[in-house]
T-cell receptor
């Protein structure tokens, strides 16, 4: 099935550093979402974006919905050890359609 | 309940067997989705229910896969004649009727086909 292009695949960073990851698509989405998944758990919603150009923050997390509606990025500022996990972007064409996910960015934080 | 629950958390079966995976959505959520997540991949859509009916089953890989939601709440994903390639984590998500895009996921069922 279709998957979004998410990069980087993995990141190793020092605690306190900022992190940036992004997601691109060949098709337009009307909603972009960012999820975090810990081992043995389902994805947990971090940020939802509904409007092109929208910039939304959730604590140390900031995400933007690209103007073209074909991309989105997620920034994490001042990383901490509990940020470790896999981050997924997901796009949705319209309200009822299923989510299309990226392959994930695996984040490791070195204390 | 407080969140989406799925049972069993782990299922090991032999090739050719039949399995059922259960999903209990968040109370009151009318939309329910099944996804499959293979190792190192993001979740991939299987089927979507709005109420009792399957509104979109375009993600089901073949006719060995079937899902029901007879009363518009609990859903069961059924896999016949399992194959080793069916091994994956099966995730269920639910969404309220007005929660555009905000799907809440369960912990998943890890299926291993030997």
């Amino acid at each position: 099935g279709q998957q979004l292009n998410q990069s980087p695949q993995s990141m190793f960073i020092q605690e306190g550093e900022d992190v940036s990851m992004n997601c691109t698509s060949s098709s337009i989405f009307n909603t972009w979402l960012w999820y975090k998944q810990d081992p043995g758990e389902g994805p947990v919603l971090l940020i939802a974006l509904y409007k092109a150009g929208e910039l939304t923050s959730n604590g140390r997390l900031t995400a933007q919905f690209g103007i073209t509606r074909k991309d989105s990025f997620l920034n994490i500022s001042a990383s901490i050890p509990s940020d470790v996990g896999i981050y997924f972007c997901a796009g949705q064409a319209s309200g009822n359609t299923p989510l299309v996910f990226g392959k994930g960015t695996r984040l490791s934080v070195i204390a | 309940g407080a969140g989406v629950s799925q049972t069993p958390s782990n299922k090991v079966t032999e090739k050719g067997k039949y399995v059922e995976l259960r999903c209990d959505p968040i109370s009151g959520h009318t939309a329910l989705y099944w996804y499959r997540q293979s190792l190192g991949q993001g979740p991939e859509f299987l089927i979507y229910f709005q109420g009792t009916g399957a509104a979109d089953d375009s993600g089901l890989p073949n006719d060995r896969f079937f899902a029901v939601r007879p009363e518009g709440s609990v859903s069961t994903l059924k896999i016949q004649r399992t194959e080793r390639g069916d091994s994956a984590v099966y995730l269920c998500a639910s969404r309220s009727g007005t929660g555009v895009g905000e799907q809440f996921f369960g912990p998943g069922t890890r299926l291993t086909v030997l």
